[in-house]
């Protein structure tokens, strides 16, 4: 099914287990409740599509675009989002465990709670700029800092379209430079160990 086109498409509680969708034309289709791990998505089109709750583990999302697609609540372990446009997208209360985000586009993106314990390449991520990171669980440590001196923000929001209005509106704060950053954006200290 490679280069299909499904835009619109509803595939809500569809299993497509190891799909081949590379280069697929998902844009608005609703996945939400799929079934969609292993599957192949590399390089798709999945603009404004509804992803949320559905199960992307080992899913190939490299290349893909997904802005302002909706991926809460969504099973991203281990997903390779390398190169992803995940511009505008949004990732409240997401599981990001492991997954690879080398080059991935995380502007304006909403990723209020989400799990990011053992992300990877969070560091050469290529955009921050208003990323909100408002409660996010577990992130590597120094990740936060990272991301916020490349503009990402922390504001609690839980709605889709209030986030998006405070950016079109320019309303998001930027956090105090003087701040302590995990009490401002509500996330636990990382842990370390003692010697």
Known sequence: MDSASL???????ANLRAAKLRRAHLREADL?????LG??????????AILQDADYTW????????SEANLGRANLR???LAQADLSNAFLLRADLRDANLSGA???????????????ENWGNVSQFDLANLFGVRYPPSGSLEFAVERGAVCV?????EEWTTMILEGRVPKPPPDADLYEYCNVQRPHTTGT
């Open 156 to 160: 609690q929001v839980e709605r889709y």
């Open 39 to 48: 599957v192949d998505l590399g390089d798709a089109d999945l603009t404004g």
């Open 59 to 66: 899913a190939s999302l490299a290349y893909a675009n997904l």
């Open 7 to 13: 835009r619109w498409a509803c595939l809500t509680g």
């Open 105 to 119: 586009n995380l502007r304006n993106a909403h990723l209020g709670n989400a799990e990011l314990s053992n992300v």
């Open 78 to 80: 281990h997903a390779d």
């Open 32 to 36: 939400s409740n799929a079934i969609l």
